[in-house]
């Protein structure tokens, strides 16, 4: 194979390339959907397994935890069967409850197929995140609660005043984790929508993937294995600037 140098003329293609932008803007929109929705409802799910007895607090714990160590592969298996429009679970579900107009190509129809897809992802994230949530909950000491209560606090004040900022850096390491994570998602969308259908659910790694390996476009591939690198260092630094480090006494 003859290669030849052309300079910077694939990233001038990539900067032309609608389809590359539409990758950008899916992952963009998963990383909007894991900070507002994913993480939050971590938060709340371990902040509430934090107040029920140690035994519901284990069991309901392993509960959300297991779909994070399931294998990626079977969980998009598992998920496609689901939503298949003729016999899937979702869609017999919904018939068999009264609400066949619900149904719908979860994976077949452009307006749906990526938030199907998001769905699925917080639905396997939430609980790793969780149990990271309730290690840190778990090791704020009792007495600055009760001393919150002497003074009057209720439930909402303690959590807004010692909860979350204890919580800082594990938040900011979460934020992070989900922030980096958003844009290295591949297999997922790979096995259930290969980016399809009409690029509806097309990210940066599985545009990557397509133009490195099936268009054997080796040069452009690497162009946007670059882009991704630029664009999470860009949104890490901005999360850096936007959650400071700050010293937190306790007395």
Known sequence: MTMNYIGLQNYKELMADPIFWGALKNNLLLVVFSLVIELPLAFVI????????????????????????????????????????QWGLLNKGLGTIGLESLQKGWL?????ALYAVFFVVIWIYVGYYMVLYMAGLN??????????????????????????????????????????????????????????????????????????FAARKMGYGATIAIMILIVALIATIIQNKVTKKETIELS
């Open 46 to 85: 371990a902040y509430t397994l934090r107040n029920l007895s140690r035994r519901w607090a284990g069991f309901f714990r392993g509960v959300y935890f297991i779909p994070s160590v399931l294998s990626l592969t079977v969980v998009s298996l598992l998920w496609t069967m689901i939503y298949n429009y």
């Open 108 to 112: 077949g129809e452009p307006r749906y």
């Open 139 to 212: 090791a704020i000491p009792n007495n600055l609660y009760e001393a919150a209560t002497i003074d009057g606090a209720n439930k909402w004040q303690s959590l807004y005043y010692i909860s979350i900022p204890l919580m800082r850096e594990i938040i900011k390491a979460t934020v992070l984790m989900s922030i980096i994570g958003s844009f290295k998602y591949f297999d997922l969308v790979f096995i259930m929508t290969q980016g399809g259908p009409f690029r509806s659910t097309e990210l940066l790694a599985t545009y990557m993937y397509e133009r490195a």
